[in-house]
């Protein structure tokens, strides 16, 4: 690897933080962690990862750094800070990139997860040729990302790209963000197994395999599904049927070539791909029918996180 | 102007299409119109234009024409073609850029009319400087047109920004295009027409101003809520609820600086800016709030097809 340009991927999790030293074609040539909590302060904890980096990089002493890239909770790529992110320890401003530009001496670019994610499809994965996708991230909540002219829409403020918080059923179930209604009550790993619950209440005792859990999980729903539960498989459809929905009006927004899927819900596959392609199409504008593909996640789910961050330094917007 | 640059925007609407020579204020220079009916087909159409056009700038010798615009019903920025457009008197595909290309020996560059009205707003008009904004046209249906990182999103096929057809009530009224609920069945100009007729019905006789029109339009509801018509002025604010509720779900995709209305329901000004402001504040995801501004179009209503259409030539993407 002498001389050759590398960058550097950071995502900042809730509980955890990885980083990996990343080639142009998107292999990790090296990895390392911190643990994200247990730092009193955010500089404490951006120190122990700059430490870790720079032992990691003693190692390929000839290796050419163009920069790091961080993937985080509500990560604003134009202030370069994360702000109030619920997911973390420390509350308020973190000024991320100034502190780990001081720590390292590298140009450092923020942006949140699913933007993330987006930037390591389009460079590395499945969207690569692409300029005009939505990448999607089926997990606790929903995220997204949004690519249009081959660049990430950040919005005026880097605060574009909500779909988890598009109104999917007026007047709905009650959200973490204070509104009711929001797809990502209904459409994420959280929100399947909400459905459940509302669901199993009114099912007769010993009709479903789910009413044998303690604790429900999208995992449990879609192996119930894969064993041939019905209730489980309605599940599926009826998320797959919002999703579906919401999509629809998305696409006649910004009309994408694909829509491609990343996230716990996402492993349920056919279960929830199925449905949504379904009720999209059924709700498309004629314009858009069987034009927008749907697609999974095609980079390793462990290193999609690392992938997506590091993919900020090799594609960075005009602003 | 000897020797000035100018673009030839060309505005195709359903009855006349106008055309002007303008130059990178934004001054139109010289005009002409051809009427759009009253042709066999596309072809004899576009000769007319181009002979009208080319006596015009006999005129002007020494101007540098850099290209023509034209802004046209279901007009394809991509294809630089004319699909199936329901206000035209040909159905089917019209290849313009082509045709007019080989009539005229210069580049032409074709979208639709909305995106032109939103290029015409950042190149000339109260969007000047702005790179993310959304152009909202309130007209007989809503059309839009989506900027984002200072570029209109075209999308992969090109038919980008139909905010008309995003389904503002799920099972709604029924649109035009065979759906039910498109926001353009409630927040156009023919919209709040129905809205008026739905609301009437239910009206006791003599309570309202509106019940002695033989046939009702926005400008009679617009009249009648200036003079003080409580059913007119309520007209208003359902139209602004269901506009304002579905902006913002539009503003958790793409951030947008600012919303910039533009035809016949954005002249009902305070009518209907403020209870679509009121309403989209109240649905705002809370990142979002008091940061969007709704503006009306600063552009004169006689010019803003020419315009735009002509900004064409100045902006154009990096496809």
Not at 77 to 96: D, H, M, Q, R, S
Not at 167 to 195: F, N, Q
């Amino acid at each position: 690897m002498k001389h050759d340009s590398f960058a550097i991927g950071i995502d900042i999790g809730g509980t955890n933080t990885v980083f990996g030293l990343v080639n142009k074609h998107g292999d990790i040539m090296a990895r390392g962690h911190v643990p994200t909590l247990g730092f009193n302060t955010p500089h404490e904890f951006l120190q122990a990862i700059s430490q870790n980096i720079q032992t990691k990089l003693s190692n390929y002493p000839e290796a050419v750094i163009q920069g790091i890239g961080v993937g985080a909770p509500n990560g604003n790529f134009y202030t370069g800070e994360i702000l109030n992110a619920a997911n973390l320890p420390w509350k308020g401003v973190i000024p991320l990139a100034t502190v780990l530009n001081d720590m390292l001496g590298m140009k450092v670019r923020v942006t949140n997860d699913a933007n993330a994610a987006a930037l390591g499809e389009m460079i590395y994965g499945i969207a690569k040729g692409m300029k005009d996708f939505i990448m999607v991230t089926l997990g606790t909540g929903v995220g997204s990302g949004f690519v249009s002219n081959g660049q990430l829409i950040y919005g005026h403020d880097g605060f574009a790209g909500e779909l988890g918080h598009v109104i999917a059923v007026r007047g709905g179930r009650d959200c973490g963000c204070g509104r009711k209604g929001c797809l990502e009550t209904y459409a994420s790993a959280t929100g399947i197994v909400r459905t459940a619950k509302e669901k199993l209440e009114r099912y007769p005792k010993g009709s479903s395999s789910l009413q044998l859990y303690n604790k429900l999980t999208a995992e449990s729903i879609f192996q119930a599904a894969e064993q041939g539960d019905k209730l489980a498989q309605d599940l599926f459809e009826f998320t797959g049927k919002i999703l579906g929905q919401t999509l629809a009006d998305v696409v006649a927004i910004t009309s994408p070539e694909a829509i491609i899927f990343f996230g716990g819900l996402a492993h349920a596959g056919k279960w929830i791909l199925h449905p949504t392609q379904q009720y999209m199409e059924v709700n498309l504008l004629s314009i858009y029918k069987n034009k927008v593909k749907l697609l999974p996640s095609a980079l390793p789910d462990a290193d999609v996180a690392i992938l997506g961050a590091s993919a900020l330094v090799w594609q960075t917007n005009n602003h």
